[in-house]
């Protein structure tokens, strides 16, 4: 009971350490139709200032997991929480040129690098049965960009610009001293050895990782597409304020972080599979019917949040299917590249749709691209794992032999 209890109490903690650190991660998209028409900024210009933190807190992700391996989540939590306070200050203190704000936007990347930290910390502390529950509810902390949609415009418009980023910095701070004073690793955790490149390295030339990096691109890639670049995109599209679009991007995040547990769960219960592939065919067909750019009431809210829905599924799947295929002490090392994948996944997009529109005023073949993109992972989710018959553990013979 007591042991109980303490997951619990990890699971709580590792959680809000996500939040806060994605809370921190998404500031700036809320914020880019006003800082594109303070600065005059074109469409491609806007696309990239919400798309370049997503850079540092993808590829950032690849050591932070390999550290964690090392370190621990004890050390690792508190130290990315407190890293990413500079960036953080920076935007919100000196953020008033086009420059500066790509250069504070990058480094607030650090933020999303909490995600590498606390998949291989949740995993080691439950048992393989509920480990794709557990690191779902984990996941749920990609929820600190829907705190940051629906708390940003409205802090800035109230306090002035520097509000929401001292706040958040304040809680940052907070989360550093508790982490480190109340998060414990697993009994009986061992530190990996070695370089961390040396095994990052090794980790990327496994199949298995390759393979799962292609279906958490699209599937947690999607979501941090739509999370930065919906409210430009409700605004282009739709020609809705930059409030209303900030409210309606934070309801597609709820339901995405309310799905990915779900996605976890369904995994543990089912196979994860089964649950991708279905996951993956669904956001096929919204995104072909987002693309039509039919009206936004109901055609384009059902799309939306069906979209949100099945990425949020797929999100939490993904990593049940990790914990099944990799062997625990490698599980750091796998999500820092998985969770990089992920991250770049919702790079790409951002440019592209700023591209296009800027070309045509329109998004439609964006949302096609996605369609297509998306049915093509559902065909190769099923061809590369199977039929969702592996086995339940995440034994190394596993990993090279089925997902192989």
Same mark, same amino acid.
């Given at each position: 009971?007591?042991?109980?209890?303490?997951? #619990?109490?990890?699971?709580?903690?590792?959680?809000?350490?996500?939040?806060?650190?994605?809370?921190?991660?998404?500031?700036?998209?809320?914020? %880019?139709?006003?800082?594109?028409?303070?600065?005059?900024?074109?469409?491609?210009?806007?696309?990239?200032?919400?798309?370049?933190?997503?850079?540092?807190?993808?590829?950032?992700?690849?050591?932070?997991?390999?550290?964690?391996?090392?370190?621990?989540?004890?050390?690792?939590?508190?130290?990315?929480?407190?890293?990413?306070?500079?960036?953080?200050?920076?935007?919100?203190?000196?953020? #008033?040129?086009?420059?500066?704000?790509?250069?504070?936007?990058?480094?607030?990347?650090?933020?999303?690098?909490?995600?590498?930290?606390?998949?291989?910390?949740?995993?080691?502390?439950?048992?393989?049965?509920?480990?794709?529950?557990?690191?779902?509810?984990?996941?749920?902390?990609?929820?600190?960009?829907?705190?940051?949609?629906?708390?940003?415009?409205?802090?800035?418009?109230?306090?002035?610009?520097?509000?929401?980023?001292?706040?958040?910095?304040?809680?940052?701070?907070?989360?550093?001293?508790?982490?480190?004073?109340?998060?414990?690793?697993?009994?009986?955790?061992?530190? %990996?050895?070695?370089?961390?490149?040396?095994?990052?390295? #090794? #980790?990327?030339?496994?199949?298995?990782?390759?393979?799962?990096?292609?279906?958490?691109?699209?599937?947690?890639?999607?979501?941090?597409?739509?999370?930065?670049?919906?409210?430009?995109?409700?605004?282009? %599209?739709?020609?809705?304020?930059?409030?209303?679009?900030?409210?309606?991007?934070?309801?597609?995040?709820?339901?995405?972080?309310?799905?990915?547990?779900?996605?976890?769960?369904?995994?543990?219960?089912?196979?994860?599979?089964?649950?991708?592939?279905?996951?993956?065919?669904?956001?096929?067909?919204? %995104?072909?019917?987002?693309?039509?750019?039919?009206?936004?009431?109901?055609?384009?809210?059902?799309?939306?949040?069906?979209?949100?829905?099945?990425?949020?599924?797929?999100?939490?799947?993904?990593?049940?299917?990790?914990?099944?295929?990799?062997?625990?002490?490698?599980?750091?090392?796998?999500?820092?590249?998985?969770?990089?994948?992920?991250?770049?996944?919702?790079?790409?997009?951002?440019?592209?749709?700023?591209?296009?529109?800027?070309?045509?005023?329109?998004?439609?073949?964006?949302?096609?691209?996605?369609?297509?993109?998306?049915?093509?992972?559902?065909?190769?989710?099923?061809?590369?794992?199977?039929?969702?018959?592996?086995?339940?553990?995440?034994?190394?013979?596993?990993?090279?032999?089925?997902?192989?």
């Amino acid at each position: 009971m007591a042991e109980e209890s303490q997951r #619990t109490r990890m699971l709580v903690l590792a959680t809000a350490g996500f939040l806060i650190c994605f809370w921190a991660w998404a500031l700036i998209s809320p914020l %880019a139709p006003a800082y594109a028409k303070e600065l005059g900024l074109s469409a491609v210009q806007q696309s990239l200032l919400v798309a370049v933190p997503v850079v540092v807190g993808s590829l950032g992700r690849i050591p932070v997991g390999a550290l964690t391996d090392r370190l621990g989540a004890r050390t690792m939590f508190p130290a990315v929480a407190a890293l990413t306070i500079v960036p953080v200050l920076f935007v919100g203190l000196a953020g #008033t040129s086009y420059a500066a704000l790509l250069v504070g936007g990058f480094f607030l990347g650090i933020g999303g690098t909490a995600f590498a930290v606390g998949v291989p910390f949740v995993n080691a502390w439950f048992p393989p049965a509920r480990r794709g529950t557990a690191i779902g509810i984990f996941g749920a902390g990609m929820g600190g960009t829907a705190v940051s949609a629906f708390t940003t415009v409205a802090i800035a418009d109230t306090w002035g610009r520097a509000a929401p980023f001292v706040l958040v910095a304040v809680v940052l701070a907070v989360y550093a001293v508790v982490a480190r004073l109340l998060l414990r690793d697993a009994p009986g955790r061992v530190p %990996a050895t070695g370089s961390f490149m040396a095994r990052a390295w #090794t #980790t990327f030339k496994r199949p298995v990782a390759l393979k799962l990096s292609l279906l958490y691109a699209i599937g947690f890639g999607g979501f941090v597409a739509f999370s930065v670049y919906l409210p430009t995109y409700l605004v282009n %599209a739709f020609g809705l304020t930059r409030g209303d679009a900030a409210l309606r991007t934070a309801g597609f995040v709820v339901l995405a972080v309310a799905m990915r547990p779900v996605g976890g769960w369904i995994s543990d219960k089912w196979h994860p599979v089964p649950v991708l592939a279905v996951c993956f065919l669904g956001v096929a067909a919204l %995104a072909g019917l987002a693309s039509l750019e039919l009206a936004l009431i109901p055609v384009g809210t059902v799309a939306f949040l069906g979209l949100a829905a099945f990425l949020g599924g797929a999100s939490g799947a993904v990593f049940a299917l990790v914990s099944r295929l990799v062997e625990p002490p490698q599980v750091g090392a796998v999500t820092g590249i998985v969770g990089a994948a992920g991250g770049l996944g919702g790079f790409i997009p951002p440019l592209v749709m700023g591209v296009i529109y800027s070309r045509s005023h329109d998004y439609s073949l964006g949302l096609a691209l996605l369609a297509l993109v998306s049915l093509g992972t559902a065909v190769f989710t099923w061809r590369a794992f199977g039929t969702g018959r592996a086995r339940h553990t995440g034994a190394a013979a596993t990993a090279g032999g089925t997902a192989s």
